[in-house]
């Protein structure tokens, strides 16, 4: 990303907006939206391997492991615009597991993209079933859409659920449910 | 003016092409246009003047009226990104009044421009004193702000509370409290 256009792009949308660019509140607006929007899509320059590898121990378990209500934002490639919500992730591992903070961090990485609900919840489930060649993986994702909410339809309180299943959690009913019970209990 | 719808898409497009990869702009190809018809709506309030407009004569009452929980989004001038909540108008009416979804309209006619949430509040408060000549008229705003949230302090939970009080509200100290204590009444019920 060359910051400098990037700048320059912001204040010719300024003016076709009908502002003025100069104006104290937006005179350095450009430079922070560039900032922004380069953050908003660091997910597209992160490297998994490195994120990931640095983190997986060797554990004989074999049992289900579950990280509930992670905060994600994301921007929707149609509008731009964020949408918002929790992520709950699910793994059964064959002898490896993740350090506790690095399914926070994949999701993280997969958000910071211009995204679909449902594509980025199966990219968060798909990069984890085949960094640790997990036994199955189970994504569900609850989001609220900007786009939905300010223009459009305008409603308010409508959640989109996503959901993705892999290995066991897609071919064992009885595994699949274990992990939907885990993360349907009140929301905090 | 109007915004130039095609003008704006170039420039998305342009953008994109300094964010993504070929690959991945080339299968966001629509995206452009979806964008400037949204900045188009989101900022539809630049230039135009947000007032009330169907009102109706004060009744000789001298009770204070509170609509609370209007919806509000608008963008932070700073960063473009969303900020989003609720407003709170409470007035004591004087010449004129109007109904909830007038008061609404003025809202989103000030909100719908880059914006401070600041200046929205003392915006729609000034908007509305001048169309009412009410005794005395405060609103309230309590938002969330993207800026802070996805990016930045990336604090979630956070809320910014502004107000603006005007005529009566502004001089009686009781007054205020009273609406103060009535807008914020189930404000624990956020989000």
């Known amino acids: ?188 | 003016m109007r915004p130039d719808a095609a003008r704006i898409e170039a420039l998305v497009a342009e953008l994109l092409s300094e964010l993504l990869d070929p690959v991945e702009a080339k299968r966001l190809a629509k995206t452009p246009a979806r964008v400037a018809e949204s900045l188009g709506f989101l900022t539809s309030g630049i230039g135009s003047r947000a007032t009330a407009q169907t009102l109706a004569a004060a009744p000789a009452s001298h009770g204070m009226v509170i609509t609370r929980d209007i919806e509000l989004y608008s963008m932070c001038e700073h960063h473009l990104l969303p900020f989003f909540g609720r407003c709170h108008v409470g007035y004591v009416a004087g010449a004129r009044t109007a109904e909830p979804g007038e008061l609404a309209r003025v809202v989103d006619g000030v909100a719908r421009r880059l914006q401070l949430q600041e200046r929205i509040t003392e915006e729609v408060a000034a908007a509305l004193y001048e169309a009412l000549e009410p005794k005395g008229l405060g609103v309230v705003i309590e938002a969330h702000h993207f800026c802070m949230m996805m990016r930045g302090v990336e604090q979630q939970r956070s809320s910014i509370e502004t107000s603006a009080v005007l005529g009566s509200f502004r001089q009686d100290a009781a007054l205020r409290r009273s609406f103060f204590s009535l807008a914020f009444a189930h404000s624990a019920e956020e989000r």
Request: overall charge neutral.
């Open chain 1, 1 to 188: 990303m060359n910051q400098q256009n990037v700048e320059r792009i912001v204040r010719e949308l300024l003016i076709e907006l009908g502002e003025n660019p100069s104006r104290e509140g937006l005179a350095r607006t450009p430079a922070r939206v560039a900032a922004a929007l380069e953050f908003l899509t660091s997910g597209y320059r992160a490297d998994a391997e490195r994120l990931i590898n640095n983190a997986i121990f060797t554990q004989h378990t074999n049992n289900m492991i579950v990280a509930r209500d992670i905060e994600l934002y994301s921007l929707c490639e149609d509008h731009l615009l964020p949408f918002f919500g929790r992520c709950h992730i699910g793994y059964i591992a064959n002898q490896r597991v993740f350090g506790i903070s690095k399914l926070a961090r994949l999701a993280d990485m997969h958000a910071r993209r211009l995204q679909i609900q449902q594509r980025l919840t199966d990219e968060i489930a798909q990069t984890i079933f085949e960094a640790i060649d997990a036994e199955g993986v189970g994504v569900v994702i609850e989001a609220r859409h900007l786009c939905m909410m300010m223009r459009g339809v305008q409603k308010q309180n409508s959640v989109v659920i996503t959901s993705a299943m892999l290995g066991s959690f897609r071919d064992a009913p009885a595994t699949r449910e274990e992990f939907l019970a885990l993360i349907a209990r009140s929301r905090p």
